[in-house]
């Protein structure tokens, strides 16, 4: 009896030691063949990211197929050009381009391609039109005692739109945008919350006691928040710093809306200050003696500029300063300012004075965009007798220079800021008034003559100041 439970007792045991050597070997069967499976995963790991990596490369490429491109440097148009774009700049222009696979193509081979239009000069947050409270004709001084600076922020938004509607990827916004209107759009469009061209924003203009305003001396404050009152070198310092605190990518000065004017050491201190921290001066100045001070104080442009002499001009050409006329068209100006204004471009134009396209649109017409109003001012220029090639020079490459930016020009390595319209604006600059398609930074906002823009998923919260680097 003990000899059989002996042996059946070890036949157990041995069973048992059979299962777990068993299962013993099938753990190490697995083990090997999960090692060679996980060495497998490693090995084709650089193969799959390289491709996942081509895919996602091809993918971001996009090809523009123009059937002119306009090259405004040369002042030629190029026919059967194609455009590559990667990561919002232009990567190469040229006629036998490969296209990569996989990239976006868009077909404009019946088009006039060209650079993004610029706007030198702008208000976005000021529409001067007649109020809800008084009839107040629709003067800009009513509309800065009226209107809170949320709601011009508003207007402003729909403003900046239609611009990019209408072909235009940069702005440079001069202030009279109450308490910073115009840096909040900056950020708001550059975060992606809302669409509009690029802008350089100027904050608060800075002017001696008044501004442009004549203030009465029971309420001496009501130019404010569209003017920062400095009438000494140190105030103007001071003013251009909390400007730049608050978000200024330019700064502007009113040098001669009052009797007495900046002095050119006013104006060295402004661009001296400024120039620190690598933002530029423009200059609003009307008289021959406020353009004068305002180019030997070392501005970057003069805005309006209406009554220099000849000699003043041939000044501004020595000095590189650039004439921003704000030339009104004579549906705004009247017949005799509009003459006026004609003879002082010719006058420019002839002496080569740099100039460059602003507008200084704040009113409103029923019936027209903000966008329209802005692209009438051509009418200034051809009345003029300014060459078509110069024209769309000034409303893109001299424009861009101006401004500073990295763009007005169709060539490797600037901005994807891409307008195309139906004519060719070398034979009529009026062609510009019709742009069907616009890029800007690589992403299309107009096509087919159509607007398009939806809320973008992945968003961002701008820096107001610039930093040191």
């Known amino acids: 009896m003990k000899r059989n439970q002996c042996k059946i007792n070890g036949r157990i045991r041995h069973l048992i030691l059979h299962r777990v050597q068993g299962q013993i070997r099938l753990r190490l069967h697995l083990a090997q063949a999960l090692l060679l499976l996980c060495l497998f995963i490693v090995g084709l790991a650089p193969a799959l990211s390289n491709a996942q ?38 990567t190469a222009v040229g006629t036998d381009l490969q296209i990569p696979a996989g990239a976006t193509v868009i077909d404009l081979s019946d088009s006039y391609v060209l ?27 009513y509309t800065t005692l009226l209107e809170p600076t949320a709601f011009r922020a508003i207007q402003g938004v729909a403003q900046a739109r239609t611009l990019l509607e209408s072909g235009f990827t940069w702005v440079r916004d001069v202030g009279n945008n109450a308490l910073y209107a115009d840096v909040a759009l900056r950020r708001g469009i550059e975060g992606g919350w809302i669409p509009g061209p690029n802008m350089i924003a100027s904050g608060i ?21 569209e003017y920062i009152y400095a009438d000494t070198e140190d105030e103007i310092r001071l003013a251009v710093r909390k400007n730049i605190h608050y978000g200024a990518t330019v700064i502007k000065l009113v040098t001669d809306n009052q009797p007495y004017i900046y002095s050119i050491e006013d104006i060295a201190a402004a661009v001296d200050e400024a120039g620190d921290v690598g933002i530029r001066v423009a200059a609003h100045a009307s008289s021959d003696e406020g353009i004068r001070r305002a180019t030997l104080g070392g ?76 692209l009438e001012f051509l009418d200034s220029y051809t009345d003029a007798g300014l060459p078509n090639a110069y024209i769309l020079k000034m409303f893109t490459m001299f424009a861009a220079d101006l401004l500073g930016v990295n763009s007005g020009r169709l060539k490797a390595g600037v901005a994807a800021d891409i307008v195309a319209v139906d004519e060719n604006p070398l034979d009529d600059i009026n062609a510009i008034r019709a742009v069907h398609f616009v890029m800007k930074d690589g992403v299309v906002y107009k096509r087919d003559g159509r607007f398009e823009w939806s809320t973008p998923r992945v968003m961002n919260n701008p820096r107001r100041k610039p930093q040191r680097r």
């Open 53 to 90: 990596a081509a895919k996602e490369s091809s993918a971001q490429v996009t090809a523009i197929r123009a059937g002119h491109m306009v090259d405004v440097e040369a002042g030629e148009a190029l026919a059967d050009q194609i455009i590559l774009i990667e990561n919002g700049l232009i």
């Open 205 to 225: 203009i800075i002017a001696p006691f008044g501004g442009q305003f004549q203030m009465q001396p029971e309420k001496p404050g009501l130019g404010n928040p």
């Open 115 to 141: 650079p993004g239009l610029i706007d030198a000069h702008t208000h976005l947050a000021m529409t001067e039109m007649p109020g809800a409270d008084i009839d107040d004709h629709g003067t800009y001084y």
């Open 299 to 374: 501005v970057a442009s003069i805005e309006h500029g209406t009554r220099p002499t000849d000699e003043t001009l041939r000044l501004m050409k020595e000095h590189g300063t650039v004439l921003v006329g704000t030339d009104f068209p004579a549906t705004r100006n009247g017949e005799a300012r509009h003459a006026a204004l004609v003879d002082r471009i010719r006058r420019a134009y002839d002496i080569g004075t740099p100039m460059a396209f602003g507008s200084d649109v704040e009113y409103y017409r029923e019936g027209w965009t903000r966008g329209e109003l802005t």
